[in-house]
């Protein structure tokens, strides 16, 4: 029999998948894996009730269903202060796994270099590498999870095309500071790089921290970027969706 594809051999399956099997076995308490207790909004599966019971049900717009992408464009834009457009900006995704990896391979080419900040949710190295690119990572020095931005300007002159920015960050919890992510910003823009941000906990941000990459700095809103965004750890509710920058294009999503 002819060997499988060598891209996977290194792969094993998620630790978060992983440690729930074990922890169950053990009777242990299972700290690998967060999510939300509580169900989600009883207006929204009541919702969803009523429309299954009309059709027609049959594959969905690849893009995402028109209205439903209209109402993220609605939110995003009130929430970025940016001009999102439902058709050129905005991709529905089955989860934010597929988002980043969608993300992933808008961006980078094989033989590209990705930034990403370590420690770091384990999905965004199999990422990179599934791409064919190369992981370069910056490391986030405990207690504060601070950065070198010297390291990441390092990583763009090696040539990295993008950086993957999880914002609030997975697994250590750091929100990065309004003058951390003007930081970013300035080294993308001078080397024509990308963004990608994991933006799935948004909404777990308190005051008087203010987490959006777009929001807290002038330059922000002017790095090209692919955002990825679930409700899952907000409302419980599985599903995601891709949003670009308004100056890349149709392409991107």
Not at 56 to 82: C, D, I, M
Not at 110 to 115: L, Q
Request: proline content about 9%; some cysteine.
């Amino acid at each position: 029999m002819r060997p499988l594809s060598t891209r996977t051999a290194g792969f094993t399956d998620s630790i978060i998948r992983r440690m729930p099997r074990i922890s169950n076995r053990h009777g242990a308490i299972n700290l690998s894996q967060g999510f939300p207790d509580f169900d989600p909004p009883r207006e929204i599966t009541d919702r969803l009730a009523e429309i299954a019971s009309f059709g027609p049900h049959q594959y969905a717009v690849t893009w995402g269903a028109q209205n439903f992408r209209e109402a993220l464009a609605r939110k995003q834009s009130r929430w970025t202060g940016l001009p999102i457009d439902a058709d050129k900006n905005i991709v529905v995704t089955c989860g934010s796994t597929e988002g980043m990896m969608t993300a992933m391979m808008t961006v980078v080419n094989p033989g590209d270099k990705v930034a990403i900040f370590s420690p770091f949710y384990e999905n965004y190295t199999a990422d990179t590498i599934l791409t064919g690119a190369e992981p370069v990572y910056i490391p986030l020095v405990p207690p504060t999870f601070t950065f070198d931005a010297n390291l990441i300007e390092d990583a763009f002159k090696q040539g990295a095309k993008a950086l993957v920015l999880c914002n609030p960050s997975n697994p250590c919890g750091k929100v990065f500071i309004r003058e951390e992510l003007q930081q970013i910003a300035d080294i993308v823009i001078r080397y024509d790089g990308y963004v990608i941000t994991d933006e799935v906990y948004e909404h777990i941000v308190y005051a008087p921290i203010s987490m959006s990459i777009y929001q807290p700095c002038p330059e922000c809103g002017n790095v090209p970027y692919l955002a990825v965004r679930s409700p899952r750890p907000t409302v419980s509710l599985v599903g995601a969706w891709a949003m670009s920058s308004p100056q890349s294009t149709s392409s991107t999503v």
